[in-house]
């Protein structure tokens, strides 16, 4: 168990922190496979920007926590598994060519020959206070991408699962995590606890059954779907939450069975609405055997078409709110 690991007994259930479940899962797949290796800003001797990779230096030395440049990103060592972490992933524009036309494509180009193990994570989308080059969310960006695989956690058990996952995949991976989400405590079942623990990646969780409204969500706008949601049950509204966890390659079917339920769907996320996740989902539903379940059209819940504002009523007005979640699923069902 990782040395930064802090849990918190409550009724004797367990909660762990977003970033210790990150770190656990590092510690337990460093410990595992030696060929994995952590590098990035700040990782080793500090700790990570935001503690992710506490005490890992200290266990693990030079040779395997490694600092580099604020946008270094290296090609594939000979038989090596890196975890490449970016203080945030704004920073990962410095690196796209590396990521789109090196790692995404080198098993393409190389038929199949040459996988690239690769992990790319950081805190992804919006913050708090830090202005239009840091807040954005670049889920639909490398999800537009073939040879890329992304992946949105939103609570502790996704983190630890689906990071542990990521490092074992032969294909590039794109992790993005949440800043806000750090210091946010999830219980963690006996399961989680394990070091055998996963979670396929590709695979959507329903967080909350319901059958009224589906609500479709990655990140930190799942908790904001459960809260949108318990506000609408005490209305007699059943929304059924849909967390992604994996936006490439997407659970499509999850989302179709939900829908061929409740017979509407609301998609939420903190990106911009051209291109985006939402819009994927929509366009998904329009072409597949869901589409004649819909009695109403698909409503798209997202950030604001504009660069983020560095004044906070301005940030606030720019992101979901429960309350935008809460007016489209009515809006969605004439109520």
């Known amino acids: 168990m990782a040395a930064s690991l802090?849990?918190?007994?409550?009724?004797?259930?367990?909660?762990?922190?977003?970033?210790d479940a990150l770190n656990q899962a590092m510690d337990e797949e460093l410990e595992r496979d030696e060929r994995v290796f952590l590098m990035g800003e700040e990782v080793a001797q500090y700790d990570g920007a935001y503690k992710v990779s506490r005490g890992l230096w200290k266990k693990y030395g030079d040779k395997r926590i490694i600092d580099t440049p604020i946008s270094e990103v290296r090609r594939r060592h000979a038989g090596l598994r890196p975890i490449c972490e970016f203080m945030t992933f704004n920073f990962s524009m410095q690196a796209i060519d590396q990521v789109i036309n090196s790692a995404a494509k080198t098993c393409y180009m190389s038929a199949?020959?040459?996988?690239?193990?690769?992990?790319?994570?950081?805190?992804?989308?919006?913050?708090?206070?830090?202005?239009?080059?840091?807040?954005?969310?670049?889920?639909?960006?490398?999800?537009?991408?073939?040879?890329?695989?992304?992946?949105?956690?939103?609570?502790?058990?996704?983190?630890?699962?689906?990071?542990?996952?990521?490092?074992?995949?032969?294909?590039?991976?794109?992790?993005?995590?949440?800043?806000?989400?750090?210091?946010?405590?999830?219980?963690?079942?006996?399961?989680?606890?394990?070091?055998?623990?996963?979670?396929?990646?590709?695979?959507?969780?329903?967080?909350?059954?319901?059958?009224?409204?589906?609500?479709?969500?990655?990140?930190?706008?799942?908790?904001y779907c459960l809260d949108a949601a318990a506000v609408l049950t005490k209305e007699g509204i059943e929304c059924e939450v849909i967390n992604l966890r994996t936006i490439r390659p997407m659970d499509v079917e999850s989302i179709e069975a939900s829908l061929m339920k409740t017979n509407h769907l609301v998609t939420v996320e903190g990106g911009w609405p051209?291109?985006?996740?939402?819009?994927?989902?929509?366009?998904?539903?329009?072409?597949?055997?869901?589409?004649?379940?819909?009695?109403?059209?698909?409503?798209?819940?997202?950030?604001?078409?504009?660069?983020?504002?560095?004044?906070?009523?301005?940030?606030?007005?720019?992101?979901?709110?429960?309350?935008?979640?809460?007016?489209?699923?009515?809006?969605?069902?004439?109520?």
């Not at 802090?6 to 977003?18: A, D, E, Q, Y």
């Open 6 to 19: 802090r849990c918190f007994l409550r009724s004797g259930k367990v909660t762990v922190t977003v970033r």
């Open 274 to 335: 051209q291109f985006g996740v939402g819009a994927e989902i929509c366009a998904r539903i329009m072409e597949g055997p869901a589409f004649n379940y819909l009695d109403s059209p698909v409503t798209r819940v997202t950030g604001v078409d504009i660069p983020m504002p560095y004044a906070k009523i301005l940030e606030d007005h720019s992101l979901p709110q429960i309350k935008d979640i809460i007016f489209s699923v009515k809006k969605t069902l004439n109520v």
């Open 112 to 223: 199949g020959l040459q996988a690239v193990p690769i992990v790319f994570r950081g805190p992804n989308g919006a913050s708090a206070g830090v202005a239009a080059q840091h807040s954005q969310c670049f889920a639909a960006w490398y999800a537009h991408c073939p040879g890329l695989k992304v992946v949105s956690p939103w609570n502790s058990e996704d983190a630890k699962g689906l990071l542990k996952s990521a490092i074992r995949d032969d294909n590039p991976v794109v992790f993005l995590e949440n800043e806000l989400l750090y210091g946010v405590p999830f219980e963690m079942s006996e399961e989680a606890q394990s070091k055998d623990f996963t979670i396929p990646i590709g695979k959507a969780k329903v967080e909350r059954a319901g059958t009224h409204v589906t609500l479709v969500s990655h990140s930190r706008y799942v908790g």
